[in-house]
């Protein structure tokens, strides 16, 4: 029997994680993942990140592994929560975890890539991009215009000896500044308004065929890898399953993070309130008042600690 389960080990996860741990709360910590770090270990494990207090620059892998090294106990991942039943005075999850309450913080849910048709299935066609140290001195393409596409380009060109950014529209939707350092690169070439159309694959090299975008042109480059930045489709419907009241922005929650239902708390960005604005670092207050607020309701009796420099 656990005091608290903790769904999600993203950012806000794990320092949930290591708050609870400074309360002396018996937690489990859940991730549906194979590793721990959520979409910033996955998506942008080498974005420099730059609105975390006290750090005024940190890679996001950096920022997973110092959240990481404060945790006594081991996060349970590849483990992805599929049921959540209320009994009397605990919560029972997947037939198998017994926790008193619960903190919700998955993000933006379970997420998949927007993949491309299948006949572009290939090997050295990659949705995720952990480490751009491994396509060195290799040729690569990034397919798309937004944050993820501008980010991925910026970091391959340190490695690789060309990058072909392809993007549908003129318009990149993706930071301005980020679009123009890749201007300035003499190893990047910006490709618009193109669309990916078929692949062949010869002498290790995948020649890309693109066609025009509102124009008869085509066009054929060849590369090594295919990185697609097409987005992610986030999966909320387990949500709604349990019972939980949303809306379009996430799981409604109280000034003390509570859900609708009782002993199920939420926080990061999968919560929705008025005025919320989606940061790492608000979602770390978040997780602070839930766990305040799941101590005094485990625990009436004791008197809690609110001030960090009293624990």
């Known amino acids: 029997m656990f005091d608290l389960a903790i769904i999600g080990a993203g950012p ?10 400074l309360h002396n709360l018996k ?3 859940f991730e549906a993942l194979d590793s721990a770090g959520g979409q910033v270990q996955m998506l942008f494990p080498n974005k420099n ?14 920022l997973v592994k110092k959240l990481k090294d404060n945790i006594s106990e081991p996060v349970i991942v590849n483990n992805k929560i599929q049921m959540i039943e209320k009994k009397n005075d605990y919560f ?11 903190l919700l913080t998955t993000g933006l849910g379970a997420f998949h890539p927007k993949k491309l048709p299948a006949k572009f299935d290939n ?3 990659h949705y ?3 480490d751009a140290q491994i396509y060195q001195n290799k040729i690569a393409t990034v397919l798309g215009g937004g944050d993820s596409a501008l980010d991925w380009a910026i970091e391959l060109a340190q490695y690789c000896k060309e990058v072909n950014l392809i993007h549908r529209r003129n318009e990149f939707r993706g930071l301005e500044s980020n679009l123009k350092t890749l201007q300035t690169l003499k190893n990047v070439k910006i490709l618009t308004p193109y669309l990916p159309k078929d692949i ?7 020649q890309l065929q693109l066609k025009g975008v509102g124009n008869n042109d085509s066009s054929m480059i060849e590369t090594n890898d295919i990185f697609v930045a097409y987005g992610y489709k986030s999966d909320n419907r387990l949500l709604k399953k349990w019972g939980l009241t949303l809306n379009q922005e996430g799981i409604l929650v109280d000034r003390s993070m509570a859900t609708n239902i009782s002993g ?3 926080a990061g960005d999968n919560v929705s309130y008025p005025g919320r604005v989606p940061m790492i670092a608000l979602g770390f207050g978040e997780a602070q008042i839930a766990i305040s607020n799941i101590m005094a309701k485990l625990f009436p009796e004791k008197k809690i600690t609110l001030h960090s420099t009293s624990i």
């Open 12 to 21: 806000v996860g794990l320092f949930a994680t290591q708050f609870a741990n």
């Open 27 to 29: 937690t489990a910590t």
């Open 49 to 62: 990140i730059q609105d975390i207090p006290t750090y005024s620059s940190i890679k996001g892998n950096q």
């Open 92 to 102: 029972l999850l997947n037939n198998t975890y017994k926790a008193k309450t619960v």
């Open 123 to 125: 090997e050295h066609i």
């Open 128 to 130: 995720f991009m952990p």
């Open 200 to 206: 062949n694959v010869v002498d290790n090299l995948i």
């Open 264 to 266: 199920i708390y939420a």
